[in-house]
């Protein structure tokens, strides 16, 4: 019996591989009042024989480390990218879920804070454009910050 191979959903995710730098501008909310920099590094790779992205993240901002993991999959039941997301303010797991256009990924998540959403532009080779949104209804969007990040591998 031969193993199941990668489909092409699942190759699509190999936009996000790779060691990413650059900064982020948090813009001001609960988190960040006056909003601020910062630094990021984040070093993603394929892993599993092709079926997922693995992504380690570190934003540096006046001496504070913030620090991510993450675990990226196609679920082809849901035709759906779903992000398994695990980080350093400790609150659990959170999932993303959503669907790429063109080379933009956009994804959102509900918790116990309200929605989030984060989209990806990686329609320029060698540059990553994120930026995530947050709502407390999932209508009413805010921008939480804005990054780019230049390809550094």
């Known amino acids: 019996m031969d193993m199941p191979k990668p489909t092409a959903d699942h190759k699509k995710l190999e936009k996000l591989a790779g060691i ?4 982020e501008t948090m813009h001001p909310s ?4 006056k909003g601020s920099t910062a630094d990021v590094v984040s070093r993603s790779r394929m892993a599993l024989t092709g079926f997922h992205v693995v992504t380690d993240y570190e934003r540096t901002r006046s001496g504070m480390r913030f620090e991510g993991h993450g675990v990226y999959a196609f679920d082809p039941a849901a035709k759906q990218v779903v992000l398994h997301w695990f980080d350093s303010v400790g609150e659990g797991r959170e999932e993303f879920r959503g669907t790429w256009t063109g080379d933009v990924l956009t994804m959102s998540s509900r918790n116990p804070q309200g929605h989030a959403r984060l989209t990806y532009d990686l329609s320029k080779a060698g540059v990553m454009v994120w930026r995530m949104e947050t709502s407390t ?13 230049q390809r550094a591998d």
């Open 20 to 23: 990413w730098k650059g900064k």
């Open 30 to 33: 609960e988190c960040d009042p």
């Open 137 to 149: 209804d999932g209508k009413t969007w805010s921008k939480f910050f804005d990054a780019q990040y």
